[in-house]
């Protein structure tokens, strides 16, 4: 019997009809989680005080990056880049990025946009979890739940600040969009309770567990260092949404 990994709810209670994308079809996601509500699928493309969507959050910032990094392959053929905050053109060998009237600056729009991106950024993590390893049901996720999908506390989501001026990332990826469980990870998750995965050129953080989640950062930071990760050795916290560099500026030295 399925039973939604958001709500607990099962199929004597609620409808699973719908397809439920782990990541958002608009990102080039087709990969299905079947436990997610319609209730609950439905809730996370639905817009809430005049802001956007938690899918609509991860999908307006990350397709930037997206096009971004493939409008420079001039062998893939791109649809029309289509946003309700950004204009992006990329004919002619050149990139003009500009701002729409609804994208705003002010730190309470900032901040409002980075909350609902990071629920969205623990939403691709949950679905995918239990997509490919079936366990999001057990009680250390209770608090992804809270947050992603009822908006309550706050819980961190970080990205590995590049060391070079250059961006890693897989072509295959762009176009459909993945994260990856693996032994390495596993192994990584059980130590420090993280866990880390590129996605359109930038590689988010975010804890498995909020017990002992300070002393686990620590301990997480120093594995960094000490391994001399190719994503990074530093976290930058995303708390507003252009402490994501996703227009990846830093490639400018801006």
């Known amino acids: ?35 997610v509500c319609d209730s609950c699928n439905e809730f996370f493309g639905r817009k809430e005080h005049g802001l956007p969507a938690v899918e609509i959050a991860l999908k307006e910032v990350l397709n930037t990056s997206k096009y971004l990094l493939l409008s420079q392959h001039k062998d893939i053929i791109l649809g029309r880049f289509k946003s309700e905050y950004f204009n992006f053109n990329y004919k002619n060998n050149s990139r003009t ?13 900032q901040r409002e946009f980075g909350r609902r991106f990071r629920r969205g950024i623990y939403k691709v993590f949950l679905e995918e979890r239990e997509r490919q390893v079936g366990d999001a049901h057990d009680d250390r996720f209770n608090f992804m739940r809270e947050f992603s999908r009822y908006n309550l506390n706050d819980y961190p989501v970080y990205v590995q600040v590049p060391k070079f001026k250059a961006v890693f990332y897989n072509t295959e990826d762009l176009l459909l969009p993945q994260i990856r469980f693996t032994d390495y990870s596993d192994e990584v998750d059980k130590e420090f309770r993280f866990y880390s995965y590129p996605l359109m050129g930038h590689s988010f953080v975010i804890p498995t567990s909020n017990q002992f989640m300070n002393e686990r950062l620590d301990a997480y930071t120093k594995h960094l260092r000490a391994t001399d990760d190719s994503f990074g050795t530093q976290l930058m916290p995303i708390n507003n949404i252009e402490q994501l560099d996703f227009r990846f500026n830093y490639m400018n030295g801006k």
């Open 1 to 35: 019997m399925k039973i939604c990994i958001w709500c607990s709810k099962n199929e004597n209670h609620v409808t699973f009809k719908k397809l439920a994308h782990t990541i958002p079809q608009s990102l080039g996601g087709k990969l299905i989680c079947v436990n």
């Open 97 to 109: 990025f500009k701002f729409k009237m609804g994208y705003k600056l002010r730190p309470n729009f």
